[in-house]
């Protein structure tokens, strides 16, 4: 990203229309901005913030006070910060403003804040973002979370060296920020929101397996045989590309066939009989599946005649077997003999001829009389009886199709085989019957491969319905299955980004250190080395006849520790959107979404001796593809003459009194 121009209006102290236009020259690429203490540095990198984050750090109004002391009590006043930035190969023209009212004794209040992003497209003609989309291409440009490392205000820079060093909490940020600038940011969120889901599905596979114990046996035998279904599926997949090359080398023999005179008619009789002995085939084979079903349900009702036989010949002597009176339970009669007296009132005296018949009949009376039961089932009989006769006429008719369909098919293939040996001795035709042959060869063997694939596969998948009608039919078995299937993608899905991650922060972290510490001696000549900590916090390794970090830790050494790390970070960058040039071209699984943005500093120079300041302004220039710095005079004239050859556009920042200041280009 760079910025190619900021306009300001009625933004703090710059009153009316104020521009600054900044370098995007490749050579020259500094905006060098000369200005005094509470001339307007830092509203300039406020202006910055409010218009890329739509906040400010103020505590105040923003809005010009000269220009609200001047508005009639009533009238609205506008405050607008816009500017054209260069983003992903566009020109985006950003306004952020804010409309106030003033009220009475100078009160002001806000009416409303919009933000509006245009552009033109390739044709010249102006586009409007969205409402709906222009924060996302905002968070987009510049995340909030590296504003603070590329727009740096007054002491920013010094107090990041310091809190490089810092063990804790700010080294989150510093981690965040890194991935951030690498553009693997939604790499780690991806991670961690799969971890969250896993976790979520987890626990509720655990609710739901409490539910459904009973059943997790048959759930194992169903997932393998769900495995299966599929491992089968691209078997048939892979079956069926062959069979399709074989069917277009078929239509390319064809077409040589039938181009030749000679042949062309007994072309057509044999594509005619092949056509005829594909239906035949289609027939034999749905009339195959039809007997097996029946079969399959129904065929036990053939088997159990002779069972059937066997038990109505057993159970002939029904009358005999119940001695039973209708009517009258086991029950009764032991409470008749327990009382010693008949319904009828008589009285039952044990060893008469009542009393031992009714003895007899405990041996013969249950609560069901067995007569009953018998007749019971005699009846059943009737019914399967019925269905025996519909099953033996199913299959008989079945097997009568099926001779028939057979006859027409062997009659057929006969035919395509005399046609076959015709076409086989034509004139320089022989070959291209013979490869026709193999070819139909291998058709009919694929199909028939395929047919048994289909056949498992239709095993598996009645095994998988056998076991889902034997289950439990409850929710929580289809919850299961739900869940197991999305804690197999989401694993799968974690386990390659895991690995994408350790791999390339492992790598990352390598890299940056060794920046970090090439930018150190190359460029500040330090006498130490830095080791990137896993938590990312930096500690120093003192060089031979070093002399001590106490003394090397001033607020020079804090400014190029930041300097440093600034500089390895983008460095870093840049080489990730090398690589992901790269790897767009070769289709890369993870690639990164970085972004080279300008680097906006507010007295960069004001810790440095004369010697660090020479080596910053030879390191500066190449750090960022943009720079902008904002400068006192009292250092300023030396950094200007130092950077000279690199500064492409030169700007002081004039106060006029304490509520304006005017931009002047020099």
Known sequence: MKIKQLELFNFRQFKDDNIMTFSTNERKKVTFVLADNTTGKTTLIEAFRFL?????????????????????????????????????EKVYNIIRKIEYKKGESSKISQIYNLVKITYKDLDGTTKTIYESNVNELLKEMMPQDLFDYFFFEGESIKKLGNDLFSKGKNQNAFADAIKALLGITHLYKMRDDLQKTIKKFNDDLEVALDKDKENQERQKIINLNLEEIEKIKVAIKEKENELKKLKEEKERVNVILLENESTKYKQNERCKAESELNRLKQQIKSIKQKMFNDFSKNGWYLFASKL???????????SEIDKGIPGLDASCVKHIIEHHKCICGAEIIEGSSAYKRLKELENFIPPVSIGTQIREFKNKFK????????????????????????NEY??????IDELDDVLKGAKDMSSFVEDQRNINNN????????????????????LVNKKEKEKNITNSNNRVNFINKCLYYNKRSY????????????KMKQALQNKINEVFKEVFNVGYTIELKDDYSLEIELDKNSIGRGDMMSGAQDTIIAFAFIGAVID??????????KSNEENSSFESTSEPYPLVLDAPSAAFDVKRIKDFCKFIPELAEQTIIFIKDTDGKYVETELNSKIGKKYELVKINDWETKIKEK
């Open 52 to 88: 890329f984050l739509g906040v400010t750090n103020y505590k105040d109004e923003i809005i010009n006070r000269t220009i609200v002391n001047e508005a009639a009590a009533g009238s609205n006043i506008d405050v607008k910060v816009s500017a054209k930035v260069e983003y992903k």
């Open 308 to 318: 059937q036989e066997k038990a109505l010949d057993t159970l002939k002597s029904e």
């Open 383 to 406: 019914d399967i009886d019925r269905l025996r006769n519909l099953v033996y006429d199913s299959v008989k008719g079945g097997k009568v199709n099926y001779n028939a369909l057979m």
């Open 410 to 415: 062997e009659k057929k293939e006969k035919e």
């Open 443 to 462: 058709i009919d063997s694929i199909n028939t491969e395929i047919g048994s694939l289909n056949e498992r596969k239709l095993m598996c998948e009645n």
């Open 495 to 506: 386990n390659a980004v895991e690995s994408y991650i350790k791999k390339h922060e492992t």
């Open 572 to 581: 870093l960058s840049k080489q990730q959107i090398s690589q992901n040039d």
